[in-house]
């Protein structure tokens, strides 16, 4: 199989081409050219065909294997063989086949050939010289090595190459691992000199061949800078590779590296944790590592990993740990002092007091300013997207969508400028959830379905999912919503994400009610208030009450009457919401009034509002009814809520028509 593999708009597209052995033919003519002759006896041909099985690198290797052992001899055009001795010697398999022909090599060149096999498949002659030790006419011994096809010249690079994998890993094994070891030592070192000024381009290799000698503490070193450059430029999986072969080596050997180098690497592979959203892990790995870390003192590594600890309980809905994890976090960064550990110490604390603990918003926002100035002052791009992220988020959730919507396009522009598709991520999803509060259903669809075809991390592509799924459902399209949202609950689930399952869990249970289950939709609701007030997330909880209330209040004002079967179905709750809907509308909406994080200017304010007035429009108690209104339109017009205000309008018209 031959295959070509890209990522296309953040997805392996890949191409697929099934080979076949070949023909007895193309066999038989890859044999002749490569021993020169221009027919083969038949029985030989037969031999030599049914052994290659039609594998091209065996029909090549078993024509150079008998001519090389003179075998096969062509005298005045003729082909002479000993069919019977050829049968005998040739072996049955192409590994044991090279093995063959690298033990008929001499002593010096098959020493060269495994040593420049140490090196890797390309090799450089400089470096093997400079490594080998075996002879002082290396370019001589090279060229013989051509001769025998064994290795070719890279055109590209003028470095020699093996003609075949399987020829390099054959000369490889057949090192005893003494040598090998003191070969690889070898040729770290040269490499490694050679690098001196640039060894962040040679990572990789030192990584390489110094995790194949004892030498633990450069392979640590060296493995750790190889995933941190893969880190930067977003190879996730190969950056993990070298993080899990840098911590099992720290594991294993702890005296291997220094408790900074140490610190170092884990605040990269936490960050890389952090990327991918797999928040189970990034705990775990910090409850048995945290330790080490905090030993050392205050540093700027303990602040960045308390960042990335933070962020994964929050994401694991563990509110309350969080919140404490992000007020250490901002106590050893404000006893450091410098800006960049500032301004993660000042935003994890704000993040996690978002939810838990909400600030005061003049508070918040004078925090929120320090941390932003702070985060310009570096050059660290990811810590400036992630505090005009937590802020907009912050400002959402106290309903303020005219600043979160601001600092959102801001995040945008700065992931634009910079060319950061994590920022690009959250800011896609975020707005999509801005314009869902603002009831801009299909500006939010759209964003959903940018976010899901752009974003880089799993966990971004999931919360777009979730935004398209959640606005679809709200304008009526229940089969397109739920078909989103409900497989999506088991991937958050199963990736511990809880703290998005907010969302999700709001809107199956509403769509379960559009859908005509009412009672068990409001079952649904009601457990989840209560689930997240238990966490702590009293923002969530009382936005659940808001959208509780709206649903009572749309069952009971609803000029349409639902079709009979569905009124049958739902008898007995519609009985008892008509005896004590109000009574449950008016608690609802005034515990969520109580709310000091909701902002008199906000949206979740005006709904409130509105809903009291609907509440009293539905008692008759029409100035309270106009009072409650007229709260809500000041707010609706100052955000441009042009869905509310035209509900609001619909309201006083009829006021005024019943005057």
Request: with cysteine; hydrophobic share 45%; net charge neutral.
């Amino acid at each position: 199989m031959a295959g070509s593999r890209g990522l296309v708009g953040g997805t392996n597209s890949v191409t697929e081409i099934l080979l076949g052995p070949l023909s007895a033919a193309d066999t038989s003519l890859i044999v002749r050219e490569r021993l020169g002759v221009v027919d083969l006896p038949t029985t030989l041909n037969q031999l030599v065909t049914s052994r290659a099985e039609g594998n091209p690198l065996f029909a090549e290797e078993i024509a150079s294997y008998l001519n090389e052992h003179g075998m096969v001899r062509s005298r005045a055009g003729v082909v002479e063989y000993n069919a019977e001795a050829v049968a005998a010697a040739l072996p049955g398999s192409i590994q044991a086949l090279l093995t063959a022909r690298i033990d008929g090599l001499a002593p010096p060149d098959r020493a060269l050939l495994q040593a420049a096999a140490v090196v890797g498949r390309l090799f450089a002659p400089d470096l093997l010289s400079a490594i080998s030790g075996t002879s002082p006419d290396v370019n001589a011994q090279l060229l013989a090595m051509q001769a025998l096809d064994l290795v070719y010249e890279d055109e590209k690079s003028g470095e020699l190459v093996f003609k075949h994998a399987l020829v390099r890993d054959a000369l490889y094994d057949s090192l005893l691992s003494g040598p090998r070891m003191a070969l690889h030592l070898k040729v770290a070192a040269e490499v490694e000199r050679r690098s001196a000024n640039r060894l962040v381009e040679v990572a990789e290799t030192l990584a390489y061949h110094y995790g194949c000698t004892a030498s633990a503490d450069k392979a640590f070193r060296y493995l750790a800078m190889a995933a941190k450059k893969s880190l930067d430029i977003y190879a996730l999986e190969e950056a993990e590779r070298y993080f899990q072969r840098a911590l099992q080596l720290a594991e294993a050997d702890p005296g291997c590296v220094s408790d900074l180098e140490f610190a170092d690497m884990l605040v990269d592979f936490t960050r890389l944790l952090n990327l991918d959203a797999r928040v189970k892990e990034l705990t775990d790995l910090l409850e048995r590592h945290l330790s080490r870390i905090e030993a050392v003192g205050d540093t700027g590594y303990l602040v960045l990993v308390l960042h990335q600890y933070s962020f994964a309980l929050q994401t694991r809905a563990q509110f309350r740990a969080a919140h404490e994890v992000g007020r250490r976090c901002m106590e050893v960064a404000e006893r450091l002092g410098d800006n960049r550990s500032m301004a993660y110490g000042q935003s994890s604390f704000i993040q996690t007091s978002t939810t838990v603990s909400p600030l005061p918003l003049q508070v918040f926002e004078k925090l929120g300013r320090e941390a932003l100035q702070l985060s310009d002052k570096t050059d660290d791009t990811y810590l400036r997207a992630w505090v005009l992220f937590i802020l907009a988020w912050d400002y959402f959730n106290r309903g303020l969508t005219r600043e979160a919507r601001q600092y959102t396009d801001r995040l945008l522009t700065a992931a634009r400028n910079h060319g950061d598709p994590r920022a690009t991520g959250l800011g896609l999803w975020l707005l999509g959830w801005v314009d869902i509060f603002d009831e801009q259903y299909g500006h939010a669809v759209a964003h959903g379905d940018e976010c899901i075809r752009t974003a880089l991390t799993p966990m971004d592509r999931s919360i777009g999912k979730q935004v398209k799924g959640v606005a679809l459902a709200l304008t009526g399209k229940l089969d397109e919503g739920l078909a989103i949202l409900r497989p999506l609950r088991n991937d958050l689930l199963a990736n511990d994400w809880r703290y998005n399952l907010s969302g999700t869990d709001l809107a199956l249970s509403i769509a379960t009610v559009l859908a005509g289950t009412f009672s068990r939709g409001v079952r649904l609701c009601e457990k989840y208030v209560h689930e997240q007030e238990a966490a702590g997330y009293q923002a969530a909880a009382d936005w659940g009450r808001i959208n509780l209330a709206e649903v009572y209040l749309e069952m009971l004002s609803s000029e349409q009457r639902p079709p009979l079967q569905m009124m049958l179905r739902n008898a007995v709750f519609l009985l008892r919401l008509k005896f004590s809907g109000r009574a449950r509308i008016k608690r609802l909406l005034q515990k969520a009034g109580e709310n000091t994080q909701f902002s008199e200017r906000g949206i979740l304010r005006a709904r409130v509002e509105f809903g009291l007035g609907r509440l009293y429009c539905l008692q008759r108690r029409t100035v309270l009814a106009k009072d409650h209104l007229a709260r809500a339109k000041r707010v609706a017009e100052q955000l441009c809520a042009d869905p509310m205000l035209a509900r609001i309008n619909k309201l006083e018209q009829m006021f005024a028509g019943r005057s």
